[in-house]
């Protein structure tokens, strides 16, 4: 009796036992190891979990573990709603898959399993996880307010920080812009400060300001525009931000507008009316008491960095893709910049830089006394490299002053130095323009890379330069590559990776520099002012292979 007790209960227990692990499993147990009819002895996958749900509607991260053998893994991911599945196959050594094609408001879950052969495993059914809709921000932000990395954001129309209100986002976080819109912090009036953007990003959750659209173009929405109270040369010290953008300017040169830091826009780039766009980024009489670093603006259909007036600062920007300027100054912007590079598509560009005083061409001076006079270190250019069309590395003109050291400037059509304009001669004879200790490796009006003719002026008669043979032997004699003020060469690079043919084609160039670069020796040393990286004496805006890249981890080099 009691032999037939124990056997009962051990009966029972084993029946139970079973019923738990299948309950915990979700497996659906196919006799042959999958039901495939080939090789019994593919692998178990043994866990099968979401990683990453930030709830933003832009990917799903599933993770896994194999015990044993497998060729593939298969992933079936099911609507929850429709029951509609799709299936993704991914190579048996990896344990991660990401799904980026999810769409907001839709709930899934993913089956896991291993296939080898023709025979897949018992499967892992993840939960259930539900993609939250966007939130919309529009109109007008007042107080402080703070969006999440768990939500995804949708701007309509002018979103507007106002005087004295503060916008706080996150690292992660993903925002997609609608036709017509466009990020805007407003200067200060009625007594409050400007209004402030802190937009805080890490090199590993960059903050991302994308179109809404799925196939990616320029010109698919805005950009950023930030407004303050910084001097700028217009009428009374003001002046009105392309596409009616803000009033800007006053007299206070440390203004802040927050601090931008890890921050990526792309497909950018509103055009209002002609000559009146919204670019990537846009600085309208910002105070140098703003932080902006590690900022990308990609594929921007206008100029993918813009300043007019201001004094802030720059440091670690990166414009690539935009179809007109790469970095544009006007109005009398004095701030400093420090490793900034610019990589043009092949198919539309312009010029690297465009600096300008105002439209008038005039030596007009903002409140804080001075003109347009930029000082950048360390900074790597890369034209598109074809024929015609405004594609100058740097063009400086209508009064505009500058001082630029340690630049590489490759792949232009046309000259690595233009100098334009009776008011630029000027600034030119005062020194206080100029691009000096630099390496310029261009085509130089359709010749081959490393013409020695690198610079070129133009814009003025001997109608408005009194002595205009004068002026041209002192432009040429300070451009001189043996023996002029300015310290330049002309040669390759030598860069670690770069495609001249097609320098934006889905892959992050290298701009680092091989061992033996004529940029490795010649440099400048940057002031050690506390805003400059002194130890950057080298030419462009990487050092030697083996040095770190900056760029790496927070940019996109995806072309559309």
């Known amino acids: 009796m009691t032999t037939l007790r124990n056997k009962f209960f051990a009966t029972v227990l084993v029946a139970v036992v079973a019923m738990l692990s299948a309950c915990g499993d979700d497996n659906d147990n ?29 990917a799903i991260e599933i993770a896994w573990k194999l015990e044993g053998q497998a060729d593939s893994i298969q992933i079936t991911r099911r609507d929850v709603a429709t029951s509609e ?22 709930t899934y879950n993913y089956t896991v399993r291993a296939k080898k052969g023709t025979a897949l495993s018992a499967s892992r059914t993840t939960v259930d996880q539900r993609v939250k809709a966007p939130v919309e921000l529009s109109g007008d932000l007042l107080g402080d307010y703070s969006l999440s990395a768990a939500t995804k954001y949708r701007l309509t129309g002018y979103v507007r920080v106002q005087p004295g209100a503060v916008l706080r986002i996150p690292d992660g976080t993903r925002v997609e812009g609608l036709a017509g819109s466009a990020l805007l912090t407003l200067a200060g009036a009625d007594g409050k400060p400007s209004g ?8 590993s959750r960059p903050i991302v300001f994308t179109s809404v659209n799925t196939t990616k173009a320029r010109q698919q929405w805005g950009g950023i525009v930030m407004n303050g109270l910084a001097p700028n040369n217009g009428p009374g010290g003001r002046l009105i931000g392309e596409g009616n953008t803000g009033v800007h300017g006053g007299t206070n040169p440390n203004d802040t507008s927050g601090v931008l830091r890890y921050v990526r826009v792309e497909y950018g780039g509103t055009r209002i009316t002609a000559d009146n766009e919204i670019n990537g980024f846009t600085f309208n009489s910002v105070g140098a008491g703003t932080v902006l670093e590690y900022l990308q603006a990609h594929y921007i259909a206008d100029d993918g960095f813009e300043w007019f007036g201001g004094t802030v600062n720059a440091k670690y920007c990166v414009s690539s893709g935009n179809d007109d300027d790469a970095f544009d100054s006007d109005n009398s912007w004095c701030g400093k910049g420090q490793f900034w590079v610019v990589v043009q598509a092949s198919d539309i560009a312009n010029r690297g830089y465009e600096s300008d005083n105002n439209a008038d061409g005039t030596d007009a001076r903002a409140s804080n006394g001075r003109a347009t006079s930029p000082r950048v270190y360390n900074v790597t250019m890369i034209g598109r490299g074809l024929s015609g069309g405004e594609t100058d590395g740097m063009y400086i003109r209508r009064g505009a002053q500058g001082l630029y050291y340690n630049h590489i400037v490759a792949n232009y059509f046309n000259r ?3 100098l334009d304009g009776p008011v630029s001669v000027t600034q030119f004879r005062r020194d206080s323009l100029f691009v000096r200790n630099s390496l310029f490796f261009v085509k130089a009006g359709g010749t081959s890379n490393g013409s020695t003719n690198y610079a070129r002026f133009t814009g003025f008669t001997s109608a408005n330069v009194t002595d205009s043979a004068g002026f041209a032997t002192d432009f040429n004699s300070r451009t001189n590559l043996t023996s002029g003020a300015w310290q330049n060469k002309v ?23 091989q061992a033996g670069s004529p940029a490795l020796t010649g440099a400048a040393t940057p002031p050690n002012d506390g805003f400059y990286n002194a130890s950057a004496t080298y030419m462009g805006a990487f050092g030697q ?16």
């Open 491 to 513: 040669g390759d690079p030598l860069f670690a990776s770069v495609n001249y043919d097609n320098p934006i084609n889905g892959t992050m160039p290298d701009l680092r520099l």
């Open 545 to 560: 292979t083996g040095s770190a890249n900056w760029m790496e981890g927070w940019t996109t080099w995806f072309r559309p």
């Open 30 to 58: 196919p006799s042959d190891g999958g039901g495939g009819g080939g090789s019994t002895d593919v692998g178990e996958i043994t866990q099968a979990i979401i990683t990453k749900a930030d709830t933003n509607a832009t």
């Open 416 to 418: 690595g130095f233009a």
């Open 85 to 106: 599945t799709r299936t993704f196959t991914v190579v048996a050594s990896g344990s991660a898959f990401n799904d980026n094609t999810v769409a907001d408001g839709k």
């Open 196 to 203: 402030r953007l802190f937009a805080l990003g890490t090199a």
